[in-house]
């Protein structure tokens, strides 16, 4: 039962934050046409492609055609971090408002958010996505998962320096909010 309510919660979060994907595919484009960053580019895809085969397997295992390798005792604690993934993107989504994209990117009259989570790490909504995803992965074990979650960890965490790199570069002000917030994803580590 919690392996269906870890993968229902995942699937809406799929479909109300990414609209079913196609807001992805959307950023993926743009990311590609705007020449910001091929990296960026490339890591969207990478995210994406590692998140489908993560849905596929939960989607496989929850309809009982494929036993997960792990004892149940794996499913509470992936729906929890599931769902502090999903509240967590969420939240950190709205206090980016109108400036939330998926692709590095620079608006028209684009702010620097230094408030809510944003004032204790510079990509919040990495790690919550980081831990959503190693949610699915507990209540879905397959040695795969394992790999795509360190697979996304890593793409994470390359993202955020490229959109660093770029912020620098065009955004006024970043700099000095790289010294006020020091941590990148993780408060106390990196």
């Known amino acids: 039962m919690i ?14 934050y990414w609209q079913g994907g196609f807001k ?7 990311a590609f046409r705007s020449g910001a960053s ?31 390798a792990a004892g149940d005792w794996l499913a509470a604690p992936g729906f929890f971090l599931t769902l502090t993934g999903v509240t967590g993107t969420f939240y950190c989504r709205a206090v980016l408002g109108k400036f939330w994209t998926a692709e590095t990117a620079c608006q028209s009259g684009h702010a620097i958010i230094d ?42 965490a390359l993202k955020a320096r490229d959109e660093e790199k770029f912020l620098e570069r065009v955004l006024a002000g970043y700099a000095d909010y790289e010294k006020r917030v020091r941590w990148r994803l993780l408060p106390g580590v990196w």
């Open 3 to 16: 392996r269906w309510l870890t993968l229902l919660l995942f699937l809406s979060w799929l479909l109300f």
């Open 115 to 156: 408030s809510g989570p944003y004032s204790m790490v510079r990509h919040p909504i990495y790690l919550f996505a980081i831990l959503l995803y190693s949610g699915l992965g507990l209540a879905f074990p397959a040695w795969w998962n394992l790999l795509a979650v360190v697979g996304i960890a890593l793409g994470y």
């Open 24 to 30: 992805i595919l959307a950023d993926i484009r743009s």
């Open 38 to 68: 091929q990296l960026d580019a490339f890591l969207l895809v990478v995210l994406a492609v590692l998140g489908l085969g993560m849905t596929l397997t939960a989607v496989w295992a929850a309809l009982n055609w494929a036993e997960p």
